[in-house]
């Protein structure tokens, strides 16, 4: 029951690339990288090893407790023992983490958040891009080892590409679950003076267009589809919540059946 409770401990993802050794001899500086599937050189995937950490606290969500003097021991990606310290054997050349003087707590799941800020009118991708991989960072450092994006703020396919390269172990980020560009409804006739911009959200005006959009999100990456069912929300004075609806009902209906046909 512990070793499933405490299953998101501890860090990011780092599924190993499909990677080869690079043409020998390697004469650079430095340990011989590794090369991908595209032909890119990247640092090497260090192979998973078995980690210890013994802490003075750890909360346990499933009870509400707080345990004392615990020792969690994880293989690789995976949490094989927790227990007291004392009860739980360390492997013989296991990495120990100290953390005496700490609490230690199951990562945690932030499942609204955008990694990218809007993007001004003058940005760039590139410095979308570094801003998206800071902020997911920050997210991991601050103890969210799982996340969903939800939609990339004018930023295109972005996120999927920050996904992609946390998975392949290339940067340090939470397990992501992104949503691309999300899915508007055009109220108005497109206006030739003002083209869409394919990097923010799809504006559609009939359920087949939104059919379409789900299809091509999906394709390109996208684990969920990010709706708008309702606008221009506030409350009144008496606490009343008012807002728009926004996509007429049976095109709501078709990028839902959309999505959920597609296994999303």
């Known amino acids: 029951m512990m ?18 050794a690079p043409p020998a001899p390697w004469r650079g500086a430095g340990p011989a990288p590794c090369v991908g599937a595209d032909g890119g050189v990247y640092k090497c995937v260090p192979p998973g090893g078995v980690i210890a950490v013994r802490a003075v606290r750890l909360f346990d969500p499933k009870t509400g407790q707080m345990l004392t003097k615990q020792v ?116 108005q006739p497109p206006n030739p003076a003002a083209p869409q911009n394919p990097l923010a959200s799809t504006i559609i005006r009939a359920s087949e267009e939104g059919r379409a959009a789900v299809r091509e999100q999906i394709e390109r990456g996208a684990d969920w589809i990010k709706l708008f069912p309702t606008g221009a929300s506030s409350f009144n004075a008496s606490g009343e919540a008012q807002y728009q609806v926004m996509y007429p009902l049976p095109v709501l209906q078709a990028l839902i059946d959309e999505t959920h046909r597609l296994g999303k």
Do not use: C
Not at 3 to 20: D, E, I
């Open 3 to 20: 070793t499933q409770t405490f299953g998101m401990l501890l860090g990011a993802t780092m599924l190993f690339a499909q990677v080869q």
């Open 72 to 187: 969690v021991v994880l293989s690789g990606e995976r949490i094989t023992e927790v227990g007291p310290d004392g009860q739980v054997k360390i492997p013989a050349g296991a990495q120990v983490i100290d953390l005496r003087q700490a609490t230690v707590l199951p990562g945690l799941i932030d499942a609204h958040t955008h990694m990218f800020n809007n993007r001004p009118p003058r940005g760039t991708t590139e410095a979308s891009m570094l801003i998206a991989v800071q902020n997911a960072q920050a997210d991991l450092r601050a103890g969210f080892t799982t996340a969903r994006d939800m939609s990339s703020h004018g930023n295109g396919y972005g996120d999927v590409n920050i996904r992609n390269a946390i998975n392949q172990g290339l940067i340090d980020g939470p397990r992501y679950q992104v949503s691309t560009l999300g899915i508007v409804w055009g109220a």
